[in-house]
């Protein structure tokens, strides 16, 4: 493609703009798509925050940080050529190992010479003579593009705690996203975890290993199962290699089907599985009907209750406010045996809540401890949060932010009434699976779609009021049923550090890939006609 598309009728919008598409994010997301956009001649900028490659694998360097989906399913399959190359050390692969294989990635397509690191966007705002995006960074550079394509990440937006004090405490404090590239260490160190999530759970098993004493204050324990990871060796990886792409499968009968015999045997089985086993390739009820779900979360109790010596420790990390898998499952090597190390205290702050954090530690409501290091596992305001720290401005000048003050309106999770030409991957309200595989599905359509613009000369792309509406009616009507639509969790919006973030909403899409798949294609195939295309 030569420059820009033109507009037919002449109009204003033939102004020289600075890029024919802005990538916001260069993870997994950001940097396949800058790959697909290069492949239609366009002119691609990717903007990032931090200093290279990788998202989520570059930012979370905590102890622990580690995959819990098999490694080996969360390659880009776009290249066989990189499939080819690419061996995995781990089946689930620690934070390094996975930030090298995202640099590889950059390095093999050559990707970084269209990235500019340090350069976090701010604003966006549309314009409307122009059909475009002006995108300004945070040191005021301005930047104009025709498309805006957002890969800002699911969990990119951290979260600190709304504990006053934070400021106040003298010694080191980390937040396990923005964790020092220099190693932090522990030995002798009296150390406190705030949080209890994913996060935390790899945190604490790591530095309990080498903390002179360890504090966790734990607010909501999770339904922890083990992740059995393993080396893979050369025979096991070319195994692997000759089943690319492996699933799970659910299992199609239902727990309540079976007898209690069969059903506690099959449970053993999948927990001495390694990954998410026991959650996505369970019976196929214990996620939709309570009572098969209080058995499956039973079962998960006793586990606990078995490998937690103390018993009033042990009550204390089994969950009592949802059923098991209703928020997502942690997977843990080792975590509940630290509670019974004499270097670790359990603090459950629903008992003795966190009052302040002080100049030498953390006072509860019954004790003022006192920490060298303070590290914060409090997660992520998910999904629309790095959305929202951005102004991003539609037609008439309207917020996104304020378009979503009660939920995304999205359709297919891509696109937004309102705001022409922003396209997004993983946003809100798109088809979930396989992260890369989704990725790549739904940055081939984005590409196809700005293909199919450009090759007409079309340069405004806007969803329709009525298709977002449609869309996001589907995909709550779709969540229906859903346990996990019951309960308080990043998964259904709620960050309780955050302001507005305390009504649950639907976030993600539940109908599975491939209906979702089924529906994008089929808007392509009728030539993206439920668009209005100008
Ligand atoms: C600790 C942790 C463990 C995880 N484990 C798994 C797992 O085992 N399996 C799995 O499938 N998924 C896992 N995930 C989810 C993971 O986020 C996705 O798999 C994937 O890495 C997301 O890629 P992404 O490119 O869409 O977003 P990210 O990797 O989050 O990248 C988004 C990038 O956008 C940048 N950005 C955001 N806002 C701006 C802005 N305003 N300006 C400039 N740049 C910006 C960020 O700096 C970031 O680098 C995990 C997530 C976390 C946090």
Redesign the pocket.
């Known amino acids: 493609m030569d420059g820009l598309p033109a507009v037919p009728d002449g109009s204003s919008t033939e102004a020289v703009l600075d890029f024919d598409a802005i990538v916001?994010?260069?993870?997994?997301?950001?940097l396949y798509q800058l790959y697909k956009l290069r492949e239609l001649g366009l002119k691609v900028r990717v903007?990032?925050?931090?200093t290279a490659v990788g998202?989520?694998?570059?930012?979370?360097r905590y102890p622990g940080?580690r995959?819990?989906?098999e490694s080996w399913t969360?390659g880009y399959s776009f290249s066989k050529e990189l499939l080819e190359e690419w061996d995995w050390e781990e089946h689930f692969a620690g934070q390094p190992e996975t930030e090298r294989y995202l640099n590889y990635v950059a390095d093999k397509f050559g990707l970084r010479r269209d990235i500019q690191f340090k350069?976090?966007?701010?604003a966006a705002h549309y314009q409307e003579d122009t059909r475009s995006w002006d995108v300004v960074l945070e040191d005021g550079r301005c930047y104009t593009t025709r498309f805006l394509i957002t890969?800002?990440?699911?969990?990119?937006a951290a979260t600190m705690p709304a504990i006053p004090g934070v400021e106040t405490f003298q010694g080191q404090s980390c937040h396990t996203h923005y964790w020092p590239k220099e190693p932090v260490r522990f030995e002798g160190k009296r150390v406190a975890v705030i949080g209890t999530g994913?996060?935390g759970i790899q945190t604490i098993t790591e530095v309990a290993k080498t903390a002179g004493h360890l504090t966790v204050f734990q607010r909501t324990p999770q339904w922890s199962a083990p992740l059995h990871n393993a080396k893979i060796g050369a025979e096991e990886m070319r195994g692997i290699r000759a089943n690319y792409p492996e699933i799970y499968a659910t299992d199609p009968r239902a727990a309540l089907e079976v007898t209690p015999k069969e059903r506690d045997a099959f449970w053993e089985k999948l927990y001495a599985e390694p990954g998410f086993g026991i959650w996505m390739g369970n019976f196929k009820d214990i996620l939709v009907d309570r009572q098969a779900n209080a058995l499956i979360s039973d079962f998960i109790a006793r586990k606990i209750r078995e490998r937690v010596k103390d018993p009033v420790v042990a009550e204390k990390l089994i969950p009592k406010n949802h059923g098991f898998g209703t928020r997502r499952v942690p997977l843990e090597s080792g975590y509940f045996e630290v509670y019974n190390q004499p270097n670790v205290e359990l603090v459950d702050i629903n008992e003795t809540p966190i009052e302040r954090i002080t100049p030498v530690g953390i006072k509860t409501s019954d004790h003022e401890y006192e920490f060298d290091i303070i590290i914060y596992a409090t997660g992520?305001d998910a999904i629309t949060g790095?959305f929202d720290?951005?102004d991003i401005r539609g037609v008439g000048g309207v917020s996104l932010k304020d378009k979503w003050k009660d939920g995304p309106q999205t359709f297919l999770g891509i696109l937004i009434d309102g705001f022409p030409n922003m396209l997004m991957v993983?946003g809100p309200h798109a088809g979930l699976g396989?992260?890369p595989r989704a990725?790549e599905y739904t940055a081939d359509w984005v590409t196809g779609l700005i293909r199919f613009a450009c090759d007409r000369g079309l340069t405004r792309i806007e969803a329709t009021a009525a298709g977002a509406v449609a869309w996001t009616d589907h995909v709550i009507a779709s969540s229906e049923g859903l346990l996990f639509t019951e309960v308080d969790s990043w998964m259904t919006g709620i960050n309780r550090n955050v302001e507005g973030k305390q009504v649950r909403r639907i976030m993600r899409y539940s109908g599975g890939h491939p209906a979702f798949r089924k529906r994008c294609d089929a808007v392509a195939a009728d030539g993206y006609r439920e668009l209005v295309l100008a």
Do not use: H, K, P, Q
């Open positions: 916001l994010g260069a993870g997994v997301t950001g903007f990032e925050t931090g998202g989520t694998w570059y930012w979370n940080a995959f819990d989906s969360y350069s976090r966007v701010t890969a800002v990440g699911v969990l990119s994913a996060t992520f790095a720290r951005i993983m396989n992260f990725v």
